[in-house]
């Protein structure tokens, strides 16, 4: 059971918009720990997509967008490329568990029909 | 450019101990927090654990505290991880991670190497 709460999967067609939701709580992203949002292509490592809720990274695509409220932060993602088609995770921190601990969202599986 | 490649993944029985190594170059390493995450075979990323730029501070997932111990050559621009008392569920792809500064998130990514731990 992942801090961070994600769905599982979502789906578009090529050219839509497509949204992913990461969930938290007061300790973490209603705290005011940034999110930040990776990708992960099938078979390679974690890629940086969004850092500080909604700043991207030279060289990511303006495409993909991140915002947050409450205790609750969005990926957008608009006008779905195939290349889209990979795991989503959601990161922040939570003042609740001991030490300086990192959570992640359980991930979500984009798939593009 | 920024590259950090991990090292010493292998198939240990459970009970065994396993020391991973993270090389990195194309940065100022000794500037920077340094992380080490997890990924099971088919699940999501776990952190495990980060060392401070000087390695004065260290901190663990509860999942591994008093098994892994991460430690940092600034000399020699690595990052490290031994861990002892190895279970099953130690089984995962272990990334090494470079911390992005303030906002607390991950810059850069090795591509990890493989811990089984199988009997």
């Known amino acids: 059971q992942s801090v961070l709460t994600q769905p599982p999967s979502v789906s578009g067609a090529p050219g839509q918009r497509v949204t992913i939701s990461c969930t938290g709580s007061?300790?973490?992203?209603?705290?005011?720990?940034?999110v930040h949002w990776y990708q992960q292509l099938p078979g390679t490592a974690p890629k940086l997509l969004i850092y500080g809720n909604s700043n991207r990274p030279s060289g990511v695509p303006d495409r993909f967008s991140g915002s947050k409220s409450g205790t609750s932060a969005s990926l957008a993602i608009t006008g779905l490329q195939a290349e889209d088609e990979a795991d989503y995770y959601c990161q922040s921190y939570d003042s609740s568990l001991s030490g300086s601990n990192v959570v992640f969202g359980g991930g979500t599986k984009l798939t593009v029909l | 450019e920024v590259q950090l490649v991990e090292s010493g993944g292998v198939v240990v029985q459970p009970g065994g101990s396993l020391r991973l190594s993270c090389a990195a170059s194309?940065?100022?390493?000794?500037?920077?927090?340094m992380h080490w995450v997890r990924q099971a075979p088919g699940k999501g990323l776990e952190w495990v654990s980060l060392?401070?730029?000087?390695?004065?501070?260290?901190y663990y997932a509860d999942s591994v505290k008093g098994r892994f111990t991460i430690s940092r050559d600034n000399s020699k621009n690595s990052l490290y991880l031994q861990m002892n008392s190895l279970r099953t569920e130690d089984t995962a792809l272990y990334y090494c991670?470079?911390?992005?500064?303030?906002?607390?998130?991950?810059?850069?990514w090795g591509q990890g190497t493989l811990v089984t731990v199988s009997s």
């Open positions: 991670a470079k911390d992005g500064g303030l906002t607390g998130h991950f810059d850069y």
């Open positions: 060392i401070s730029w000087d390695g004065g501070s260290t």
């Open positions: 007061s300790s973490n992203i209603g705290a005011g720990y940034d």
């Open positions: 194309g940065f100022t390493f000794d500037d920077y927090t």
